[in-house]
């Protein structure tokens, strides 16, 4: 477990301190809070009202907390759905690929060059 925790940190921390492999993530996240904002604000709109009256019935004067969390659960499992589905999965693999890929080599030094043919 401890392990566990030491390397999500350096995990955090390599992400952290190499801007490169914030591009692909960066590129994403307008889509991606977009899908947020809409995917919440349509179940608020639609499933609120029916989710809190039946839950007045089950959970009496609580039903109105219980079914804003019910449906920002909802909302957070199909914003994770379609954000890793249509935006995010493209940017993980970029990123995995750059954390996984050696550095490029150093550029050939003019002395240290073939020769012109």
């Not at 604000?41 to 804003?68: D, R």
Request: glycine share 2%; proline share 12%; charged share 10%.
């Amino acid at each position: 477990m401890l392990l566990r925790s030491v390397l999500t940190c350096q995990g955090i921390w390599y992400f952290g301190s190499h801007k490169e492999l914030w591009k692909p993530l960066t590129e994403k996240s307008t889509p991606t809070l977009t899908t947020t904002v809409s995917v919440t604000c349509f179940m608020f709109i639609f499933t609120y009202v029916p989710q809190a009256a039946v839950l007045a019935f089950l959970n009496g004067p609580l039903a109105v907390v219980s079914a804003v969390f019910i449906v920002l659960s909802e909302s957070s499992t199909i914003t994770n759905l379609i954000s890793r589905r249509f935006f995010v999965e493209d940017a993980l693999f970029d990123t995995f690929d750059a954390v996984s890929s050696p550095p490029p080599p150093f550029p050939p030094t003019p002395f240290l060059s073939p020769p012109n043919p």
